[in-house]
């Protein structure tokens, strides 16, 4: 495996102040194959701009890499040759023996610009590069240099501290057996101007844990990365400025992993979030005038194992379209829920079918808005087969408007898999349940199956956002005709309630359905009070998850929900609005509207005057004690959530006096998850990705994505769009993402991108399906549309005909 490299001419290096970029006709390239002989070689480069002895970091670092080439298995190992003598970049021969160049060097200007065309060339043909923690300081007047580290450091030297490294590449083989959280001490640099984006990065330093300083990039602060870059494969770290740094063992897997890849042993992904890698394409089209024949006002979407899109409107018409509020009408709230079928084999959008909703009451006054309709869909698990539909809807004909309540209900259809179309007729109701129309909000909606055939099913709280100041929704005094609707206790946090709950049931060929085991109540409890409980529930105490996604690998549910109103946190009545992500291993309280966050309590108000607090709630022993309770009063504990935020910022949390209460004091509050922020807020769950490497579909998000969840919210300015990493250990108990990485430069923000998030799923190809809801509320207008996200990177680097041989 001969490769030349032949630099034509010969330049002297001029004085560093009139450093010049190299010109490219110095170079020319003969060359059939990659560099690197019949052995596999390394080159550490340590020759320094700064005179002096040899640096003892430059010594460990020699070390430490011959020892990696001369251990592991036999075909991975290769020979390393030292040299601070920057010549070998203008002798080819030498050059191109070498599999991959290691730069171990202080800095400065080191190479004359005949040299630096020898490197450029090198990386031309095929040639790694492996830059350590100084070498990003290489080369300072290079524009092709600072590509091929990918950034620059801030000004002035960092000195050594222990901080946490957050390990997000699960796969490639530099990080693949590293901790998720990898404590350690160095010397953390800081970027002039962040590369994420531009790079593949597989670990971030978490500032938190250390004192950056000056110039400090935030929560997203790379430490090493790499990427495809020039015709070579170049992979650097910020690591690596301590003597210490190469007796660690996981410091030299690191070193080890990046070796592999850059001399052409093994192969990588250094492509997979590099924004330029993913192409985002609006699938629909604008409706026509006056109808929906497109999209409905968006509500949720599902993908068939052949690829069809199904994607539902709420119930909401166009703007054009007359709102009927007048409780004397018969048609009050009349709207059409629409199930849409976009085919990506025809690229042609479908009808199946409109169910007559209670469902369009437009925006405004608390008491004439609305939220239920066409909530949620699903298909069977046997969909190809069956063509079974599940939709979670509120049938207008169910509508009592003496009393203003509904019936919400769970209902199967089937499609007719020739013509898209839904059989009205075919349904059969599995499940019902009364909610109140006279306030609105809250329906919940989203539904997903697990792997053993339960269909889980979220349901909001049917509670006011009014009348408790935007704290607990535990105001028990206003009911209509005798049904509460501002006492979250009515609904969420009682036992015997269908509202406020992610119920799970097992539907059967007849259209019934079956409890399994392990739901949070078994529906025969009893208590002191004779309360009762509802078999159905496998989580109580959520406000409005509207979207859930169970990972078919590990039968694991993932959900979010819509907080309050509170813009502050206050002393009295306790957290602000909290937007809330968790991840929930079994059944589970998860606490509204007795506590919020990470098990942070709200005051208690009771009558005869709802006005005046109470006590603070006891997330750990909770009680059920409002009038308006037909449940349990001694609860479930409530179970910490995963992710929380406020307007203020991600994870707020507060000192805790004896009793474990909060101060609840803005100016004392820490935020555990900087990647976060609120304002407006409303949590769009999405799924877990898995990789699926029998897929042949050239459009799939790559295996860096594997196992992580996906997090968004309805809005696109500060608030998450974002995939995070959870550690298994600590995921049922509240613990706290371990990484994130953001989304939002490859699922498009911005009035012309997916503004508006109301739903995300991949679908069998690979690819990530979002509806943007558009531009208004209870409406479809031009803007709502089904987008798809595909991956255009390519595979793993080298080719695998060009991967090399280790010494024998």
């Known amino acids: 495996m001969a490769a030349g490299v032949v630099a034509a001419g010969l330049l002297s290096a001029p ?178 101007k962040n590369p994420s984006g531009d790079v593949h990065t597989v670990a971030r330093v978490r500032e938190a844990t250390y004192e950056p300083g000056a110039g400090a990039n935030g929560w997203d602060h790379p430490v090493s990365w790499c990427r495809d870059y020039d015709g070579g494969r170049s992979f650097y770290t910020g690591m690596g400025g301590t003597v210490s740094s190469y007796d660690e063992t996981d410091f030299r897997e690191h070193l080890r992993g990046a070796l592999l890849w850059t001399t052409r042993l093994v192969r990588a992904d250094c492509k997979a979030t590099i924004t330029g890698n993913y192409t985002a394409e609006r699938l629909t089209q604008p409706n026509q005038p006056g109808e929906n024949d497109q999209i409905g006002e968006p509500h949720g979407l599902v993908t068939a194992p052949d690829g069809r899109v199904f994607y539902i409107g709420r119930g909401g018409a166009d703007a054009s379209q007359p709102v009927v509020t007048d409780w004397n009408d018969p048609d009050v709230g009349k709207g059409t829920g629409e199930i849409h079928v976009y085919d990506p084999e025809t690229e042609k959008v479908t009808l199946a079918g409109a169910l007559t909703v209670f469902g369009n009451k437009g925006g405004g006054d608390e008491l004439v808005k609305v939220e239920e309709g066409l909530l949620g869909i699903e298909l069977d698990p046997e969909f190809a087969r069956n063509g079974w539909v599940y939709l979670h809807w509120t049938p207008h004909s169910g509508i009592d408007r003496d009393t203003r309540m509904a019936e919400r209900r769970v209902s199967r259809f089937t499609l007719d898999h020739a013509t898209d179309k839904l059989d009205l007729s075919s349904e059969k109701v599995l499940l019902k349940w009364p909610v109140q129309i006279h306030s609105c909000c809250h329906a919940g909606g989203g539904m997903a199956w697990d792997s053993k055939g339960n269909l889980y099913i979220a349901t909001g709280d049917n509670n006011s956002s009014g009348f408790s100041d935007g704290y607990s929704g535990n105001n028990p005094e206003p009911d209509y005709k005798g049904v509460s609707f501002a006492d979250a206790r009515r609904t969420a946090g009682n036992t015997n309630n269908l509202n406020g709950k992610i119920l799970r049931i097992h539907p059967e060929p007849d259209g019934t359905y079956t409890l399994p085991e392990g739901n949070l109540f078994t529906g025969r409890e009893t208590d002191e009070g004779g309360g009762k409980t509802r078999g159905e529930i496998y989580v109580m105490g959520v406000r409005n998850p509207a979207r859930i996604s169970v990972d078919q690998e590990t039968d694991v549910l993932y959900a979010g929900w819509v907080g309050p109103d509170a813009g502050a946190p ?127 579909s050239d459009v799939k998000w790559p295996s860096y994505w594997d196992g992580k969840w996906f997090v968004g919210d309805f809005y696109d300015a500060d608030q998450p769009r974002n995939a995070v990493l959870m550690d298994p250990r600590t995921q049922g108990d509240g613990g706290l993402p371990v990484h994130s990485e953001s989304l939002k430069r490859i699922v498009p923000v911005g009035s012309d991108g997916i503004k508006n998030l109301m739903g995300w799923t991949f679908g069998p190809d690979g690819a990530l399906y979002v509806l943007d809801y558009g531009r208004g509320f209870f409406t479809s207008d031009a803007k709502s549309a089904l987008w798809r996200v595909t991956y255009t990177g390519g595979g793993p680097t080298p080719a695998a005909g060009r991967l090399a041989r280790g010494t024998q």
């Open 15 to 192: 004085a560093a102040s009139a450093r010049t970029a190299p010109d490219p006709s110095l170079t020319t390239m003969s060359i059939t194959s990659p560099p690197g002989g019949a052995n596999v070689r390394v080159l550490l480069f340590h020759g320094s701009a700064a005179g002096g002895d040899e640096s003892p970091l430059v010594n460990a670092g020699i070390a430490a890499i011959e020892r990696i080439g001369q251990t592991g298995p036999e075909d991975q190992r290769f020979t390393v040759t030292a040299t601070g003598n920057p010549s070998v970049f203008t002798n080819d021969e030498k050059l191109s023996r070498f599999n991959a160049i290691v730069f171990l060097t202080g800095g400065g200007d080191v190479l004359d610009p005949e040299q630096e065309a020898g490197l450029e060339a090198y990386m031309e043909a095929g040639g790694g590069f492996v830059g350590l923690h100084d070498a990003a300081r290489a080369e300072p007047y290079s524009d092709w240099f600072t590509g091929l580290i990918g950034a620059r450091p801030a000004a002035g030297a960092a000195t050594v501290q222990r901080a946490t490294v957050e390990v997000g590449d699960r796969v490639h083989p530099a990080t693949k057996s590293l901790p998720l959280e990898w404590k350690r001490p160095d010397k953390w640099l800081n970027w002039v």
């Open 570 to 696: 206050s002393a009295t009545w306790g957290p602000a609005k909290y937007d809330t992500f968790a991840v929930i291993t079994q059944a589970s309280n998860r606490g509204w509207p007795y506590c919020m966050g990470n098990k942070q309590p709200y005051r208690d108000r009771n009558l005869p005057d709802p006005s005046q607090p109470l006590g603070w709630y006891d997330c750990d022993h909770p009680k059920n004690e409002s009038p308006n309770n037909d449940g349990l009063v001694n609860l479930p504990p409530v179970t910490g959530n995963n992710i929380w935020y406020s307007p203020q910022g991600g994870g707020p949390d507060f000192p805790r006096d004896e009793n474990g209460v909060p101060s609840y004091d803005q100016g004392e509050a820490t935020y555990r998850l900087p990647w976060l922020k609120g304002g407006g807020q409303a949590a769009m769950n999405g799924p877990v990705y898995r990789y699926d490497d029998s897929n042949s």
